[in-house]
């Protein structure tokens, strides 16, 4: 299958409510397991944190060269996903603002399994300036 | 769920997690797509970042979080009513132990419940904040 054709990001082009289309995916029982045992918790349910939805959705329509750093994120949580179904993931972009001087996106994403179940809603603030954060965070030597 | 729990100012169960390079780079195995980033590619990360070493993904604290709140309120009810809203402070990076702690600061009767907010907060090892944030579920 040829991958299709992705669209330079250009933040002064992106347009709010712009849709990223959908996608789907089965969850395995080795990325369950992967999940649980990368966060040290065998009861975890939601190894849907780890794919990203919302992230893979907005990396499924843009090549993004400018890179970006989670700034926070909103997850709304209405049934675990089972292993084996298949996850139908819809990403639209929510928002776009700038704040002190930093240029933000919000990318959201729901997610529903082949059974209809609403599994999860989030919402991702990506700040748009990625060396920014590391000139503030990396120590200087 | 005790009603207790519900008070004001009740304390949720705390977890401490240690980070390292694998459990980041497994975290990251978890996606569908397979491609280099600043959690799972020192270059890249030094490229983008300009950091000397990889950091973990903000919603790793998220799936810290909600084994906090899961062990509170309980899975039949955060798995189906819960919501987590983290800002993410601080890098977290190889090495570094995240401590998920949090307090009932409000709750008010729903249709379908009491719900129930509570402030979270995530430090590191020397008690800097890396994340904080608000965490809600309804219980019936």
């Known amino acids: ?141 | 769920m005790a009603t207790a729990k519900l008070e004001i100012n009740a304390e949720i169960p705390s977890v401490s997690k240690h980070v390292t390079q694998s459990s980041i780079n497994q975290f990251e195995s978890c996606g569908i797509l397979d491609r280099v980033n600043i959690h799972n590619d020192p270059e890249f990360a030094q490229q983008r970042l300009g950091f000397s070493a990889p950091i973990a993904s903000g919603r790793m604290s998220v799936a810290f979080a909600a084994e906090s709140l899961r062990k509170f309120f309980g899975p039949q009810v955060f798995h189906h009513t819960g919501t987590i809203n983290l800002k993410f402070l601080r890098p977290v990076k190889h090495g570094d132990t995240i401590t998920v702690s949090g307090t009932v600061t409000h709750h008010e009767q729903v249709e379908s419940g009491t719900l129930v907010t509570v402030d979270i907060l995530c430090e590191n090892q020397d008690r800097e904040k890396t994340a904080v944030g608000v965490a809600t579920a309804i219980v019936p």
């Open chain 1, 1 to 141: 299958m040829t991958a299709p054709k992705l669209k330079e990001f250009d933040y002064d082009k992106l347009e709010i409510g712009e849709e990223l289309g959908s996608y789907e995916y089965t969850l395995t029982q080795e990325m369950l397991d992967n999940f649980r045992a990368s966060v040290d918790d065998p009861e975890a349910a939601f190894p849907t944190l780890a794919v990203k939805h919302d992230a893979t959705a907005f990396a499924m329509v843009y090549d993004d060269k400018v890179g970006t750093v989670n700034a926070g994120n909103e997850v709304e949580f209405y049934n675990p996903p089972i292993p084996g179904k298949k996850i139908r993931v819809t990403g639209r972009i929510a928002d776009k603002y700038w704040r002190r001087d930093m240029p933000y996106i919000v990318i959201e994403a729901t997610a529903i399994d082949e059974d209809g179940r609403l599994l999860e809603k989030l919402r991702t603030y990506q700040l748009k300036k990625p060396d920014e954060v590391g000139r503030k965070w990396q120590p200087q030597s």
